[in-house]
Nanobody
């Protein structure tokens, strides 16, 4: 029922920018946390940034000052603006939504997007 639809990944040169978007679709009543994780080859999946329903924002230390997360609560959509990209940012980026309450349900569920590849290379 609920799907996270991601877009915006691709190939970019070092120092360039990309903006990722993720929209949660379905009969959704509310979402608590929306955010982004990434996973590079040989590495564990790590939190990049997320936003809670109360407006609290967390960033990984490696992206502070370069990435900006935003969220349209009415559209159940989150964005990740990535600036000053480096090759170390190359990874598959996954959208996630935690505490999703579907209309008619009594409990919340967590969802993940399919992932979008971000490659930073000259």
């Amino acid at each position: 029922q609920v799907r996270l639809v991601e877009s915006g990944g691709g190939l970019v040169q070092p120092g360039g920018s990309l903006r990722l978007s993720c929209a949660a679709t379905g009969s959704i009543f509310s979402i608590d946390v929306m955010g982004w994780y990434r996973q590079a080859p040989g590495k564990q999946r790590e939190l990049v940034a997320d936003t809670t329903g109360d407006g609290i924002i967390d960033y990984a230390d490696s992206v502070k000052g370069r990435f900006t997360i935003s969220r349209d609560y009415a559209k159940n959509t989150t964005y990740l603006q990535m600036d000053s990209l480096t090759p170390e940012d190359t990874a598959i980026y996954y959208c996630n939504a935690l505490g999703v309450l579907v209309i008619g349900a009594r409990h919340t569920t967590d969802y993940w997007g399919q992932g979008t590849q971000v490659t930073v290379s000259s």
